[in-house]
């Protein structure tokens, strides 16, 4: 069974008819020939493909492409804006958080999405207590980030200096600012 | 503490400097492409069957559902696959019959391909995969891995010197440690897209060496090299597994040759990883260590008990590097296999030291504790003046001066002598150390480079060497602007390409001293030949250089790892906040991306240390936690302050680059250091990885 659906993708808007069982990822990478978002397992617990899709980091292994009809997605391709690479691409060059690459873009997208939740008060399980209730992420500091970006693997090893590149690109700009995507609402959203 | 002494001359210092990655950009931007990720209007994919038995035979194949399934291009089985040459001489490294995929009806492990599916689309494909009927004459299997079997076989004579049985002194430990099956999971699967046009095949490969792929696709199909081409630039991590060829490339080949004119594309299912592309053995080491009071070594005898197959075997080192660690006059290392209906092992990296200095390394820990000796002085007691193994004169041995410089930098003199000494809240914490060790390996292979000149001084370096996420890529543009004398970016590196002169395998941390000792040579011949002001166009190449002294000295690298672990007196949880080595490694070409390379297998080693484990149902033959769920690799929030440091160590005896490999030492005595640092928190020794927390339940009195 196959059915129409609009994609958004990187700012170019494409129509396309999808088997039903394909998933978002696959219509990316078969149909578009979009291969930003990589497929490190298919089932949701690399963090590989990952995109932001309207707004939110999303596993785009877990999405069906005839769910996402309509949406907006940006990859890694995307965030880097006429060849310019955006602040988060810069410091991990710096940092030289990563290794073979290929976590890489899924690791990019994550972090610029989990900058924008930070920054909309959305807490973590690092995150005090006091300051959750209130809605508050006082610093967003290295424990933040690794527990916020450990749905994202790295089998080359690249932590560290993904850590540390987040920090610093959350330091030089202003992260919702910066990356161009609207924040998402705090409440419910648009999936 | 460091080394330093005169170098070669370097013009323009950029060998030694850290810039940034040059393939950098493309891999942010996810530009770079990968294996499975070339366009191809005339893409077709290929779904594998696997066998649900262990061992038997292939009795039928019912694929008429599959064939009439909706898209489907070819099933093939043993029936109708295309042949392959069986008695072809593979290269070494390769498991020929792990490769001689469906050409008969044998099935030796379960998992083993016994069908595939080509159709229109990837899901066409999935879905009559599962259409494909299979009946069995099931045999009995055997996949119990155990020290105790009374049928261990011992591929190679016992090393010994001396006689361990003699060896006197007050002082014994003896134990045993294990390190149970795990499997490489490079991010990027192992895949493939082949293309058959009838003349040549053309594959997209995630692979390790494109030459090596090469030469096994020609022999197998019986063409000449000239009609294989193999193209990899980008590889997304390999560990090893993608060193030897493994089962999912030939059916790619398969499957290309049964639909000619189409891209047959093929990526391994997480799941598939498993079962199809090999895994590190579990081992079994008995340690006996034998020392004065003084904890001066006597004897040493390691047993490594691993496991091999019955369709090809592999051994997996684990007693290697006791033979050349430590001083001792009496000294018997072996191992023995159980050969079993599972898949072949494989690479994974450092097959042999990673858990080879795991047992030893906590037993070094034991006879400190035995001795009453800091464990960092046990060491240095024991410290040979010649390679034990050999009798040879080491070319540089730098193991102290790591293990004196990690203890400054660690913060070590502070740590009680005792264990379970120091708590904070609910947290017993601790400090441990090992030692790392890495042979200096001869490349895989030969390694050929051109350097043409391109006009305007800008010139382009080229060979077939695959950057798998080594940094290769960036220190070849180094070592080739250093000679030349020229900016970096006046330097263009061409990789991963068998159309390019021959590159030996990325493997045994060689890269830099086989290709970067290539470029080093080609680069030079190329000013000698056409001085600094060559025409556009100008071209010189070299071969692999000799070296010279390769028989005359032991060559090894060599580091010392320290942690700080921490374990809750509620739960057991294992934390650890601290992780540093240093490491004697020769010269270090970009300080960035050794960095990465050492801190990325101390951060395999820590993985291996809290969570890897492939656990093996005998009764079956399968490993039943294959996915990412349930076989657990450290994650971001895993990993705390960890830090690499190196010592300025110049060795003109290993290569022209004075460099000794840095991919694989880093994982080597990561888990050892964290064992040990668990004993010293809590008093519980544990002589198994992964470490658990039910492990230290009794003793933090949860
Ligand atoms: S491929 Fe989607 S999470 Fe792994
Ligand atoms: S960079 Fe290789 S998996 Fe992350």
Redesign the pocket.
């Known amino acids: 069974m196959h059915a129409d659906i609009t994609l958004t993708v990187d700012g170019r808007r494409h129509q396309l008819r999808v088997d039903t069982r394909t998933t978002l990822l696959d219509a990316l990478r078969e149909d578009l020939g979009v291969t930003a978002p990589k497929k490190g397992c298919d089932h949701g617990q690399c963090g590989s493909c990952t995109v932001l899709l309207n707004g939110r980091r999303v596993v785009t292994c877990l999405v069906l492409a005839v769910a996402g009809d309509g949406a907006e997605v940006v990859t890694a391709a995307g965030l880097a804006e006429g060849g310019d690479l955006h602040p988060m691409q810069e410091a991990f060059m710096d940092h030289d958080a990563?290794?073979?690459?290929?976590?890489?873009p899924g690791?990019i997208c994550s972090a610029v999405g989990m900058l924008d939740e930070a920054a909309a008060g959305w807490p973590s399980a690092a995150t005090p207590p006091r300051a959750s209730a209130e809605g508050a992420v006082a610093e967003l500091d290295d424990t933040e980030i690794r527990e916020r970006m450990s749905g994202n693997?790295?089998?080359?090893?690249?932590y560290a200096g993904i850590v540390s590149a987040i920090g610093d690109a959350a330091r030089r700009t202003h992260a919702a600012a910066a990356s161009g995507i609207p924040r998402p609402a705090r409440e419910g959203g648009r999936r | 503490m460091s080394t330093t002494s005169e170098r070669p001359a370097a013009r323009t210092g950029a060998i030694g400097a850290g810039p940034r990655r040059v393939e950098g950009p493309a891999k942010v931007a996810g530009t770079a492409a990968y294996a499975y990720e070339y366009r191809a209007a005339d893409a077709a994919y290929l779904a594998p069957v696997q066998a649900t038995i262990a061992r038997g035979r292939v009795a039928a194949v019912d694929t008429a559902a599959a064939e009439a399934a909706e898209g489907v291009l070819a099933v093939l089985w043993h029936g109708n696959a295309p042949r392959l040459r069986t008695d072809a001489e593979l290269p070494g490294l390769q498991q020929p019959g792990e490769l001689h995929v469906l050409q008969s009806a044998e099935v030796h492990y379960r998992g083993q391909p016994v069908a595939a599916v080509v159709a229109e689309t990837f899901e066409a494909a999935q879905h009559a995969a599962a259409l494909v009927t299979l009946t069995y004459e099931q045999l009995p299997h055997d996949a119990e891995f155990s020290a105790g079997r009374t049928d261990l076989a011992t591929p190679k004579e016992d090393h010994r010197q001396g006689d361990v049985k003699a060896a006197e002194g007050e002082v014994v430990v003896d134990q045993t440690y294990t390190t149970p099956m795990q499997h490489n999971n490079?991010?990027?699967p192992h895949s493939t897209m082949a293309r058959w046009d009838g003349e040549a095949i053309t594959l997209h490969e995630s692979t390790q060496g494109a030459h090596m792929v090469r030469e096994t696709v020609a022999e197998l199909l019986g063409l000449e090299q000239g009609r294989v081409r193999v193209v990899a630039p980008y590889v997304?991590?390999g560990f090893g597994s993608k060193g030897p060829l493994h089962a999912p490339t030939v059916l790619a080949v398969l499957g290309a040759r049964a639909v000619p004119h189409r891209s047959v594309k093929l990526a391994a299912t997480r799941r598939q990883m498993f079962s199809l592309v090999g895994y590190r053995s579990p081992t079994v080491q008995r340690v006996r260590l034998r020392a004065d009071a003084q904890g001066r070594l006597s004897g040493i005898d390691v047993t490594a008990t691993v496991q091999s197959a019955r369709l090809g075997d592999f051994i997996e080192e684990a007693a290697g590097p006791a033979k050349s660690m430590y001083a001792a006059p009496n000294r018997r290392m072996g191992h023995r296999a159980a050969r079993l209906d599972v898949p072949v092992p494989t690479w994974m990296r450092a097959p042999g030291e990673c858990p080879g200095m795991f047992g030893p390394e906590v037993a070094m820990d034991e006879l400190a504790v035995a001795c009453g000796l800091d464990p960092i002085e046990a060491r240095v007691r024991n410290e040979p003046e010649r390679d034990p193994a050999t009798g040879k004169p080491f070319s540089t041995r730098n193991l102290i001066a790591c293990l004196r410089e990690g203890a400054d930098r660690f913060g070590w003199a502070d740590r009680p002598a005792e264990p379970g000494a120091r708590r904070e809240g609910e947290w017993l914490v601790g400090t441990g150390v090992a030692a790392s060790f890495y042979p200096v390996v001869p490349p895989v292979g030969g390694s050929r480079a051109l350097v043409r000149h391109a006009g305007d001084g800008r010139y382009v370096v080229s060979l077939a060497a695959a950057d798998i996420?080594t940094g290769a890529w960036t220190a070849l543009t180094q070592v080739a602007a250093d000679v030349l004398g020229v900016p970096l970016e006046h330097v263009e590196v061409r990789l991963g390409d068998s159309a390019l002169p021959l590159a030996s395998l990325a493997g045994g941390s060689t890269g830099m001293m086989s290709w970067g000792s290539t470029v080093h040579a080609a680069a030079t011949a190329f000013r000698r030949l056409h001085g600094d002001d060559p025409a556009p166009g100008a071209e010189a190449a070299a071969d692999l250089p000799e070296v010279a002294h390769r028989d005359d000295y032991a060559m090894h690298a060599y580091g010392a790892q320290f942690a700080e672990v921490r374990v809750n007196t509620d739960t057991g949880e294992i934390r650890v906040p601290r992780l540093l080595g240093v490491f004697a490694a020769g010269r270090i070409v970009n300080a960035r991306t050794a960095r990465s390379q050492f801190v990325g297998g101390m951060t395999m080693g820590l993985s291996m240390a809290l969570h890897e484990e492939s656990v093996l149902d005998a009764r079956f033959g399968h490993v039943v936690n294959a996915d990412f769920a349930e076989y657990h690799i450290a994650a971001n929030a895993d990993v705390a302050d960890i830090q690499a440091h190196w010592i300025d160590e110049h060795d003109p005896l290993v290569n022209p680059l004075g460099a000794k490999g840095i991919g694989e030492i880093g994982i080597v005595g990561t888990a050892a250091a964290v064992a040990n640092a668990a004993y010293h928190a809590t008093g519980v020794r544990v002589r198994r990885v992964p470490l658990r927390l039910d492990d230290f339940l009794d003793a933090v009195g949860a």
């Not at chain 1, 990563?98 to 890489?104: E, L």
């Open positions: 990563f290794q073979c690459g290929y976590c890489t690791q693997l790295c089998r080359c090893g690249a | 490079p991010m990027e997304g991590g996420g």
